[in-house]
């Protein structure tokens, strides 16, 4: 039945539904899992690195983490080169609004600006819509650190912590539980760590596979985002690995 409704994102099947739009988001669950989860003094958003073949060079710049402007960063699941159109189109919004205004521009405006463009894809003929969703990271000084996601359809949404990719719903169920507004990022880099440990191959677990930002503010109120070090994440993944074994020796 579906086969009748499927061909064009601008066909509704009986049953209200857009099948092109669902397919593309199942497409997402497919991709390299990524998650983001706020803490009192900042954001960690962690992705999988997932390397096709021992042959591929290593990329000189990641393809899970993007800095929007100098407040706004995001992890991408989906088609990179789809990514990469909405990202630069979103670097573009950023700095338009901070010409017209000359003040950043606010984290939820630019989602809603993205999300806008990625809806417009579903809602005209000829077109195909954006084959990736978003966890974007922000902060401003009203609302403070804020998460955002998205997916192809061009809804958003704000979240303490979010999934999105290869096993989302086990890792969101995982956030649902332990989770908490007291967290700091060390302890949401100790959590995401854990949960992509789950979500992932463990045999392939290591900082090399991982991804992992940090969204803080830093001296007189600068906004850095930068890398999590080898070493403090090794120290993480060394300690969770540790706990994993114990438990399975206790079973």
Not at 61 to 77: N, P
Not at 178 to 194: D, R
């Amino acid at each position: 039945m579906s086969r009748r409704y499927d061909s064009r994102t601008t066909i509704f099947s009986q049953e209200g539904r857009l099948y092109q739009v669902e397919y593309a988001i199942q497409a997402i669950d497919q991709a390299g899992a990524a998650l983001g989860i706020t803490g009192t003094d900042g954001i960690i958003l962690a992705a999988e690195k997932k390397q096709t073949s021992k042959l591929l060079e290593p990329s000189i710049s990641s393809e899970k983490m993007y800095k929007i402007d100098d407040h706004i960063a995001c992890a991408v699941a989906g088609i990179t080169s789809d990514a990469n159109i909405l990202i630069n189109n979103a670097r573009v919004k950023a700095q338009q609004y901070t010409y017209a205004y000359q003040s950043p521009v606010p984290v939820e405006y630019l989602v809603q600006q993205i999300c806008d463009l990625k809806q417009g894809y579903t809602q005209y003929g000829g077109l195909r819509p954006f084959g990736v969703s978003f966890l974007f990271a922000g902060y401003d000084k009203k609302y403070g650190f804020q998460l955002y996601q998205s997916d192809p359809s061009g809804n958003y949404g704000g979240w303490k912590a979010q999934a999105i990719g290869d096993n989302n719903r086990n890792a969101q169920s995982t956030l649902k539980t332990e989770w908490k507004p007291e967290f700091t990022t060390k302890e949401a880099l100790h959590l995401a760590v854990k949960i992509m440990s789950k979500t992932m191959d463990s045999t392939n677990l290591s900082s090399r596979t991982l991804d992992i930002h940090r969204l803080t503010l830093g001296p007189n109120g600068t906004i850095l985002f930068q890398e999590v070090p080898e070493k403090e994440l090794n120290a993480v993944l060394e300690e969770i690995l540790k706990a994993k074994a114990l438990e399975k020796e206790e079973e």
